[in-house]
Antibody, heavy 121, light 107 residues
Framework: QVQLVDSGGGVVQPGGSLRLSCAAS????????MHWVRQAPVKGLEWVAV????????YYADSVKGRFTISRDNSKNTLYLQMNSLRVEDTAVYYC??????????????WGQGTLVTVSS | DIQMTQSPSSLSASVGDRVTITCRAS??????LAWFQQKPGKAPKSLIY???SLQSGVPSKFSGSGSGTDFTLTISSLQPEDFATYYC?????????FGQGTRLEIK
């Protein structure tokens, strides 16, 4: 069965860095585009970034552009989110999510369980 | 950016009721619209994609309709496990955007 396991969250000071991981299993990871979506405490869902199946196409929300980098290692079935220059407003639960196909313009079907990032001094 | 507006923001209903949630896009998105269910402390669950197609394993009590700018999610015969927050999302263009959510509560 499809499984996505998010990890790497924690507490970091403003200006710091963190790398999130999403370990995928139960499907051919290299055939699917993948997203990161976040949810601040008691807030709604906010899309963060997407990467195509082969890593050639990437899109970012304006709120993270230039600070966050999405990447993937298809040999390790793992999705990453490198987060630099973190701000208090980046505090959120971060979810990885799989799309239904290889392209970036397709809907999401499966979600990871989420990992909490807290940016605080 | 495409703005997604859901109504109502909250809704009270009873077990057995049928409810409808509306989502409006600020510009046409064809049928590139998805619906998600989220329970407190849990990851979202995908319900519907392409405005009206059920994700695998989702019961037929959930249905979606619409195209262009106006969309609806209907849940028939509400059960206790259906009380949650529901979000719409457009994936027609980047940045992908979500509605603000509709909290469905037990009356």
């Amino acid at each position: 069965q499809v499984q996505l396991v998010d990890s790497g969250g924690g507490v970091v000071q403003p200006g710091g860095s963190l790398r999130l991981s999403c370990a995928a299993s139960g499907f051919t990871f290299s055939s699917y585009a993948m997203h990161w979506v976040r949810q601040a405490p008691v807030k709604g869902l906010e899309w963060v970034a997407v990467i195509s199946y082969d890593g050639t196409n990437k899109y970012y929300a304006d709120s993270v552009k230039g600070r966050f980098t999405i990447s993937r290692d298809n040999s390790k079935n793992t999705l990453y989110l490198q987060m630099n220059s973190l701000r208090v407003e980046d505090t959120a639960v971060y979810y990885c999510a799989r799309t239904v196909s290889s392209g970036c313009y397709s809907p999401v079907d499966y979600w990871g369980q989420g990992t909490l990032v807290t940016v605080s001094s | 950016d495409i703005q997604m507006t859901q109504s109502p923001s909250s809704l009270s209903a009873s077990v057995g009721d049928r409810v409808t949630i509306t989502c409006r896009a600020s510009q046409g998105i064809s049928n590139s619209l998805a619906w998600f269910q989220q329970k407190p402390g849990k990851a979202p669950k995908s319900l519907i994609y392409a405005a009206s197609s059920l994700q695998s394993g989702v019961p037929s009590k959930f249905s979606g309709s619409g195209s262009g700018t106006d969309f609806t999610l209907t849940i028939s015969s509400l059960q206790p496990e259906d009380f949650a927050t529901y979000y719409c999302q457009q994936y027609k263009s980047y940045p992908i955007t979500f509605g603000q959510g509709t909290r469905l509560e037990i009356k």
